[in-house]
C-alpha cells in the first residue's frame, strides 16, 4: 500500500481516519483490523512520513472535560489502540485533538487551531500541504475527510455560526477551550458530504481487504473540490435535516 502514496501525492504527511464500528462481525476480525493497521503505521513511519491521527473528544461540550488519557477519544477504538503502540505526541486542543508521530510533528504541535477548521487549523493545514488523507472500513459515500468544514468556515456558510466551548484538561488542571464553526440547529441543515463523494469518486484509490476497505486521497483535491463547491453556492453543501 505504501507504494500508493507518492501517486496520490508527493507530501510526507499522512492522516488516518477509520471506523471499525462498520461491518465486522467477529472479533477474530477486529483483531486482525487492529493488527494490520498497527504494520501499515510501521511501514508509513520507515518511510519518514509524519502520520497525523484524530483523537477527538465529542463529548467536551456536554462533560466540559479532557486529558490525554483514551477515556477521553470518542473518534475510534484504532486510536486508542495505536497510541499505545507508538510513541504518538499529542496536540493541545480538547475536541478536535489529534496523535502525531514522525519527522515533521513539531509542524502539526505548533499549529495555533485558534478554530477548529479555520485557516491555522489542523486539517486546512493539512490540506494545503497535500497531505495523503486514507480511511480505514469508512462509509466512503457519506465521508467529507473533515475539509468540507474547513471549506464551510473559509466561506462562512449561513447555516453555521462560531460558538466556544470551555472546559479543563484533567491532566494539568488548566481550563481549555475550543471554538469552533458549528451548524445552527434552527436552520435544520446538514452538512451532505454525499455530493462531494461522487465529485471526487475519480480521485479515490482502493484497496480492498478481506473484510473492509482502505481509501486514499489528497487532501487537497478534498479541500479544493468543496470550496469549488461552496464558490458557486453557500448551500451547495448543504441538505435539509432527516427528522
Known amino acids: 500500500m505504501i507504494n500508493l502514496l507518492p501517486k496520490i501525492s508527493k507530501s510526507k504527511y499522512v492522516l488516518i481516519f477509520s471506523d471499525f464500528s462498520r461491518n465486522v462481525y ?3 476480525k477486529f483483531e486482525r483490523m487492529l493488527i494490520n493497521s498497527k504494520n501499515m503505521i510501521k511501514s508509513i513511519i520507515k518511510k519518514n512520513y509524519t502520520i497525523i491521527i484524530p483523537t477527538y473528544n465529542f463529548n467536551f461540550p456536554d462533560d466540559r472535560v479532557t486529558s490525554n488519557s483514551p477515556t477521553h477519544i470518542t473518534s475510534g ?3 486508542k489502540y ?11 486542543k480538547p475536541m478536535y485533538n489529534y496523535a502525531v508521530i514522525g519527522k515533521k510533528s513539531k509542524s502539526i504541535i505548533s499549529l495555533k487551531q485558534n478554530t477548529a477548521w479555520g485557516e491555522d487549523s489542523i486539517i486546512s493545514y493539512l490540506s494545503k500541504q497535500n497531505a495523503v488523507g486514507i480511511g480505514i472500513n469508512i462509509d466512503i459515500e457519506n465521508f467529507g475527510w473533515v475539509a468540507i468544514h474547513c471549506a464551510e468556515e473559509k466561506f462562512k456558510v449561513p447555516y453555521r455560526y462560531y460558538k466556544k466551548f470551555k472546559g ?3 491532566d494539568n488542571k488548566k481550563k481549555v477551550f475550543e471554538k469552533m464553526f458549528v451548524r445552527n440547529l434552527n436552520k435544520k441543515l446538514t452538512t451532505n458530504s454525499n455530493k462531494l463523494y461522487k465529485k471526487l469518486a475519480p480521485k479515490i484509490k482502493k484497496i480492498n481487504r478481506t473484510n473492509y476497505k482502505i481509501y486514499m486521497i489528497n487532501m487537497n483535491d478534498a479541500y479544493k473540490e468543496c470550496c469549488m463547491f461552496l464558490s458557486k453556492d453557500l448551500y451547495s453543501l448543504a441538505i435539509n435535516e432527516k427528522n
Open 77 to 79: 477504538y484504532l486510536a
Open 26 to 28: 467477529s472479533k477474530k
Open 168 to 170: 479543563i484538561n484533567l
Open 82 to 92: 495505536l497510541i499505545k503502540n507508538f510513541k504518538f505526541k499529542r496536540t493541545n
